[in-house]
């Protein structure tokens, strides 16, 4: 069983950044690939970028891609997620997840294991 802890959400003002951590209580974690979702009032849960176990494979949804960095620390069991040039359709609670293969996937129903998320919120 592996544990996920989200942090580092908050309020932000458009334009802004923030990053989110995601600890994960497993020694083998580097076994695992992971990913970023979010969630928005009223809508679905949406994949927000991808990393394989090594890190050498990143991937994103288009509508980060360019402004969101995913990397991960494979020594300190946490995934990292820096959002820059934030906007108002950011504001979701945003989900780390884990992956048993190698490189994951952008769908969420393929992952194992889910943290209890963090708030970010976007003001303009």
């Known amino acids: 069983q592996v544990q996920l802890v989200e942090s580092g959400g908050g309020l932000v003002q458009a334009g802004g950044s923030l990053r989110l951590s995601c600890a994960a209580s497993?020694?083998?974690?580097?076994?695992?690939?992971m990913g970023w979702f979010r969630q928005a009032p009223g809508k679905e849960r949406e994949f927000v970028a991808g990393?394989?176990?090594?890190?050498?494979?990143?991937y994103y949804a288009d509508s980060v891609k360019g402004r969101f960095t995913i990397s991960r620390d494979n020594a300190k069991n946490t995934v990292y997620l820096v959002m820059n040039s934030l906007n108002a359709e950011d504001t979701a609670v945003y989900y780390c997840?884990?992956?048993?293969?190698?490189?994951?996937?952008?769908?969420?129903?393929?992952?194992?294991?889910w943290g209890q998320g963090t708030q970010v919120t976007v003001s303009l």
């Open positions: 497993e020694r083998t974690f580097e076994r695992y690939a």
């Open positions: 990393i394989s176990w090594s890190g050498a494979v990143r």
């Open positions: 997840a884990a992956h048993t293969a190698m490189i994951g996937s952008r769908n969420g129903d393929e992952y194992d294991y």
